[in-house]
């Protein structure tokens, strides 16, 4: 299983992941223009990690995104459902605590986490609401939530020239850097059919998720959504 489908079965899309673990993050540099690493900083921000906080990185993969938070002093727990990735961001950093886990059903207590954050992953999720819902679970009082995903850019023009770079720039692109270039052309779907800002700021809310907002990246291509759970 090289690549998953737009109703994102589990074993679907934790294989794809496990098949371009070993290249994931090179992949994603070129793809992007190495534009994932100012999004990365924009996420570290957000979620404004302190020393002794315990942060929730999910759909962390290999554990990039873990790092920042890691070096603010707060406990931070990557997690994914993509036993490959792991592995892999094991080898890697084997200094953090790796967890494996479905976003829809989290091996965490509740009222766990200061901070819960997931980048480049909800979208893969096969139920969004439950997984938000999860989230906010193990979120304690007074905590936050910070998604980075692909959204759509605010300029109609832009978006556009954008929807043509996935489709049709993206795959060969992805063919000469990627172990599993396949698996780009459902991420491409899944971005094109992924809701927009305001849609998604709407599913958290009906969540429980409190005082929701968004800021548009790099022009819409990415949105960092925040809330918070109420005390």
């Known amino acids: 299983m090289t690549r998953a489908s737009l109703d994102k079965q589990p074993h679907e899309v934790a294989s794809m992941f496990d098949d371009v673990a070993e290249r994931y993050d090179l992949t994603n540099d070129v793809l992007s223009l190495g534009q994932d690493r100012r999004w990365r900083k924009e996420v570290a921000k957000a979620v404004d990690a302190r020393p002794a906080q315990k942060v929730l990185d999910l759909a962390a993969g290999t554990g990039t995104s873990s790092l920042p938070f890691a070096q603010t002093g707060a ?85 556009t020239v954008y929807t043509e770079y996935l489709m049709r720039a993206l795959p060969p692109v992805a063919r000469a850097v990627s172990s599993s270039p396949d698996a780009y052309v459902y991420l491409a779907e899944s971005i094109r059919a992924w809701p927009d800002q305001p849609a998604l700021a709407g599913r958290l ?6 005082r929701v907002a968004w ?11 925040r809330g918070f759970k109420e005390s």
Request: charged content about 25%; glycine content about 10%.
């Open 75 to 159: 406990y931070v727990v990557p997690c994914d459902f993509s036993q490959g990735m792991l592995q892999v961001g094991k080898e890697r950093r084997p200094w953090l605590p790796y967890t494996a886990g479905d976003a829809t059903r989290l091996p965490f207590k509740d009222d766990t986490f200061d901070a819960v954050t997931i980048s480049f992953g909800l979208r893969n999720v096969q139920d969004t609401d439950a997984a938000l819902r999860e989230m906010l679970r193990v979120t304690r009082p007074g905590g936050r939530i910070v998604i980075c995903e692909f959204s759509h850019p605010t300029w109609a023009p832009f978006r």
């Open 205 to 210: 809310g009906k969540a429980g998720w409190s």
């Open 215 to 225: 800021r548009n990246l790099s022009g819409g291509i990415v949105a960092l959504h």
